[in-house]
């Protein structure tokens, strides 16, 4: 599927809880160490909560000990935009999904130097994690091979 493919709608916007809602529509932040998948360590890819496009996978996941999940990388570049965001007195860069243009967080420069010095940290709610086990059943059997080596889904290092 192509970026124009992902879109949000009517439907999947009804469909959103008031924090994803929140966060997605209204560039809200949810509260560190109490969201979902800060501490997933499952192999599996994120997607966006919205339109289900893919965004993150766990082998680019690490612990960034800010209480929200982070990851090295997108997926795929094409997945994510970046704006400028002032809104706390500072610049920062904002991260939206490419397809439905939902809200998911911000991009750091202090991520791990060997995997690229990037922390996309991002907001759980802005995302649904689904299981590599479940990849082909929930329609994203193009990632199932991502898992196929033996993978530390914590560090995205060949074990």
Not at 13 to 28: C, F, I, K, N, P
Not at 72 to 79: K, S
Not at 103 to 129: I, T
Request: hydrophobic share 35%; glycine share 8%; proline share 5%.
């Amino acid at each position: 599927m192509t970026t124009t493919e992902y879109r949000k709608t009517a439907e999947s916007l009804a469909s959103l809880s008031a924090m994803q809602r929140h966060v997605t529509q209204e560039d809200g932040t949810e509260p560190a160490f109490r969201n979902e998948y800060w501490d997933n360590h499952e192999p599996g890819i994120y997607v966006d909560v919205v339109s289900g496009q893919p965004l993150f996978s766990s082998l680019d996941k690490y612990d960034s000990r800010t209480g929200w999940p982070s990851f090295t990388a997108p997926i795929d570049p094409a997945a994510v935009t970046t704006k400028t965001d002032r809104k706390l007195f500072m610049a920062r860069t904002e991260v939206r999904s490419s397809g439905a243009d939902s809200h998911l967080g911000h991009v750091f420069g202090d991520g791990p130097k060997a995997r690229g010095g990037k922390r996309y940290c991002m907001n759980s709610a802005a995302l649904r994690f689904v299981p590599a086990a479940q990849l082909a059943e929930q329609g994203y059997g193009q990632f199932a091979a991502l898992f196929e080596t033996d993978h530390d889904a914590t560090t995205g290092d060949i074990a």
